[in-house]
């Protein structure tokens, strides 16, 4: 079942953010955003796990490197600290 999502997560380009809810739609697993949040805690090294947002916009709390990671490759942020979704969605 996870090997679904990461191979969805895998697609994501640099520069670019996708939300949990989007790739459970995108498995087949229509309402599943937490399996999704609990596959990315399981995720393999080198997975681009950075790339997966709420649907606001909103990074994980507990994962500071997180923004780096996303500010590295071109993701800009809102006032409010969320990822500009009009700009970088996926």
């Given at each position: 079942m996870f090997a679904d999502i990461f191979?969805?997560?895998?697609?994501?380009?640099p520069g670019m953010v996708?939300?949990?809810?989007?790739?459970?739609q995108?498995?087949?697993?229509?309402?599943?955003?937490?399996m999704v949040g609990?596959?990315?805690?399981?995720?393999?090294?080198?997975?681009?796990c950075h790339r997966v947002v709420n649907a606001q916009g909103r990074i994980a709390p507990c994962w500071p490197e997180q923004?780096?990671?996303?500010?590295a490759e071109g993701v800009s942020?809102?006032?409010?600290?969320?990822v500009d979704l009009a700009k970088h969605l996926w």
């Open positions: 191979e969805i997560v895998k697609q994501v380009p996708t939300t949990y809810g989007r790739i459970a995108m498995a087949g697993y229509y309402g599943a955003s937490r609990r596959a990315m805690s399981e995720a393999p090294p080198g997975l681009p923004r780096a990671l996303l500010e942020f809102k006032a409010n600290g969320c």
